[in-house]
């Protein structure tokens, strides 16, 4: 009867404090902490150089950050796509953008090739990139192929 509830951490996006949570929280609505933010927001976060390692490293989930820039054809293209798939792996993946050119010190580190890229990482290790423009479908494939689904919706 008694279901198997894991403790999980994640950071917040915003003070980068750890919550520690049960992981069955993840399907409720968003719970706001001390700082005033959405825990899971369904719209991606936007990190910095200063934010961008304690975010990735203690994240609870899997992270997907979309390395962009101002005045970047594609990058405008894809960023309501970004957004929209967001919202569909919302508990599932959680979406951040960083603005390369305006925090070059993590694209370097990373050996971006150019923007948009999209990255994600496990436990604070990239495990896989893609470089170019996606759709929303070749997205959900590409997320696909690296074990993370749709939540199941209605
Ligand atoms: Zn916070």
Not at 3 to 25: F, G, P, S, T, Y
Not at 94 to 119: C, E, K, N, T, Y
Not at 122 to 131: F, I, Q
Request: overall charge negative; some cysteine.
């Amino acid at each position: 009867m008694a279901a198997c509830r894991k403790q999980m951490e994640l950071a917040c996006h915003r003070c980068l404090a750890v919550n520690n949570i049960a992981d069955d929280w993840l399907v409720d609505e968003p719970v706001y902490q001390a700082c005033g933010a959405p825990l899971l927001p369904a719209e991606p976060v936007n990190l910095d150089a200063g934010s961008f390692d304690p975010f990735i490293q203690h994240a609870g989930l899997p992270v997907l950050v979309v390395f962009r820039a101002d005045e970047c054809g594609p990058c405008e293209m894809m960023a309501p796509i970004f957004d929209s798939i967001a919202a569909e792996m919302k508990g599932r993946v959680r979406f951040a953008r960083l603005d390369a050119a305006a925090h070059p010190q993590i694209p370097i580190r990373h050996h971006l090739r150019g923007v948009p890229s999209l990255m994600l990482f496990r436990d604070g290790a990239e495990v896989a990139r893609t470089t170019g423009a996606m759709e929303a479908h070749a997205l959900r494939r590409w997320l696909a192929s690296q074990g993370i689904l749709q939540a199941k919706v209605q």
